[in-house]
């Protein structure tokens, strides 16, 4: 299974797009510095996932929403207004 994700920094608002098969771990390697896109906003929060059969499904989702702004802005104003 292969996973599209955004994280939210805590510190501001600021998101990450990213897409891995092993989520848990991909998380901890952001919120561990572990990634260079990422270590200057630790800590993160997970606030979508969304689940694809094969990597090239999911990489062609990840390649949609951060070359189509108003895809990632759709999907960040859902999860602003849950909360």
Avoid: C, D, Q
């Avoid at 092993?22 to 200057?40: A, G, I, M, P, Q």
């Avoid at 951060?66 to 759709?74: A, L, P, T, Y």
Wanted: hydrophobic residues 30%; aromatic residues 12%; proline residues 1%.
């Amino acid at each position: 299974m292969w996973y599209v994700y955004i994280i939210k920094s805590l510190k501001n608002r600021w998101y990450y797009v990213g897409s891995t098969n092993k989520l848990e771990e991909r998380l901890k390697k952001h919120n561990t510095r572990k990634v260079l896109s990422t270590k200057h906003y630790v800590p993160l929060k997970l606030v979508f996932t969304k689940k694809f059969n094969s990597e090239k499904e999911a990489r062609a989702y990840e390649n949609k929403i951060k070359k189509k702004r108003i895809e990632k802005e759709k999907i960040i104003r859902k999860i602003e207004n849950k909360n």
